[in-house]
């Protein structure tokens, strides 16, 4: 559980999670002062009842002192073995009055430490055990009378005392337990966030840089010129791929351990204006893209980056399934009415080396799509084209979080 070290003082080691170490108990500071104050109030209430054993024969008042005394001390074992502690304490109060301060404070100690289907019936054998008690050490009607109210309110009141504590405690428990199911479930959408980024910034870059060693290895006689346009474009994106890679890296460097006070920055996202550049690049690398824009300017910037990822996902698969073929891309939209983007490319046309991937692309963008509130689809067509089609909300009103 994470607790600001001010503030571990005040809380008992059983939710601090170091209650136990091996076979010994370990307290928290909170958890001494409780154990302090249930000694002194034991040896308070053993004190309280020496006046009780004035008329008692001497044999009988010595083993009640002896007996007192060992049960004040016991009390320092009540966590270790609550049960067994509250029930021998228990037994020895059914005729003994000193003992019944440690009784008392077993009885507590089982109701905190131990559910209902176990402390109910110490609770109940404590009941029991009051009856020979109370017949044994008086003798009159009155006197038998209100010790029973006595008893009864004290036993009861500690008991409901100590369920009350119990369900405070789980209480916190469950709290803890969905504060930390949260916090795990907010890490897996991080790393999957982060995964997904990694994956759309480098799959298009590395696949640039495969199609151009993959011409100049298949193209060993290409002229001049074709050769240093290939080596620039492979030193730019390999340059590129590497001030991404870093990018990213420095974002899961302040995210790390540690960095929970600094801000994160966010790394520049690409818009919907940043498609023309895209295709340009592109058509650079070889590829026959034709655009078709048609979508206002003022989209979001969330969900300008969602279509831009989805088409540069989309022209990376066709680069590497169907690298030659031309390729159609086509974008509009309007506010209110949702932004559609279609990429299309004829099927097993193949004019450049088969670039390798992962095969989760389209599994990503469909992941994309659905956590944007959109849907993706694609396949194979009747007219032997391969289409990824994909459609996102755009609302009316633009919030903070949309942008």
Known sequence: MNVTHEYRWALPSVLLGDGREGGRVRRSTRDWIVDIVM??????????????????PEPLQLLEQVVGALSCV??????????GFALVATLLSSYLELAGGASVVGLFTVAVHRPFKVSGPVMLFSLVTLVPFILLRYHTDAERGEMVALSLALMLTVFAWGVVVRARRQLVW??????????????????????????????????MLSLHAGALEFRPDAPAE???????????????????LREVIGVLRHAGPGGDDDPVPDRPQPTLADLPTLVEEC????????????????????????????????????RKHAGGAPVAVAVSGTRGEGLSAEVRNPVGVRHVPYIPGAGAGLIGLTE????????????????????????????VETTREDA
């Open 74 to 83: 016991a009390v320092w074992l009540r966590r270790r073995w609550p049960v």
């Open 39 to 56: 000694f002194l109030l034991a040896c308070g209430i053993t004190v309280m009842t020496l006046p009780e054993l004035q008329d008692e």
């Open 174 to 207: 469950s709290l803890r337990q969905r504060a930390d199911s949260a916090a795990e479930e907010a890490k897996r959408l991080e790393r999957e966030r982060i995964a997904r980024e990694m994956h759309d910034v480098l799959a298009h870059r590395i696949s």
């Open 283 to 318: 058509r650079h690398a070889g590829m026959d893209v034709r655009l078709d824009l048609r979508a206002g300017g003022d989209a979001p910037e969330g969900l300008g980056r969602n279509v831009y990822r989805i088409v540069q996902e989309a022209l990376t698969n066709a």
């Open 368 to 395: 994309r799509a659905e956590l944007a509130g959109g849907r993706l689809e694609h396949g194979a067509t009747q007219d032997g084209d391969f289409v990824v089609r994909a459609w996102l909300p755009w609302p």
């Open 226 to 244: 074709e050769i240093v346009r290939a080596a620039g474009a492979i030193r730019t994106n390999a340059h590129l791929a590497l001030q991404d």
